[in-house]
């Protein structure tokens, strides 16, 4: 971890022990979660911060995620939304080449998903 990341880390956990975070309630309960199951829920958190914001690289490895914790409606979830997108793409294509009929086809496939 660089240096910066350190000092970051450091005034982050500084405001978490004065905010509500820091009281013993809570310390006790950050305290039972593993560390791992943690990590797990910022890295998904981040994902979906992302994939909100059209990534489809963020949809792709959230659906990984989410399979690795058994949670396969989520991961469908998130094909779908990638294939939806993806058939609202060729649509678009088809209709920048003025293919109206080609391109509302498309977009009748994305609309089922």
Known sequence: ???????????????????SLGTRGARQ???RV??????????ISELLELADGGSITALLDLAD??????????AE?????VASYSLTKVSEIHE?????AGAKQWKARADTL
Not at 34 to 43: D, F, G, M
Not at 96 to 100: N, P, T
Request: hydrophobic residues 35%; negative net charge; aromatic residues 4%.
């Open 29 to 31: 309960l950050r305290a």
């Open 65 to 74: 995620l989410y399979r690795k914790v058994d949670n396969d409606s989520k």
């Open 96 to 100: 920048g080449l003025g293919d109206v």
């Open 77 to 81: 979830e998130c094909y779908r939304q």
């Open 1 to 19: 971890m660089s240096e910066s990341s350190n000092g970051a880390a450091a005034d982050m956990s500084e405001l978490v022990e004065r905010s």
């Open 34 to 43: 593993p560390a791992e199951h943690a990590e797990l829920v910022r890295k």
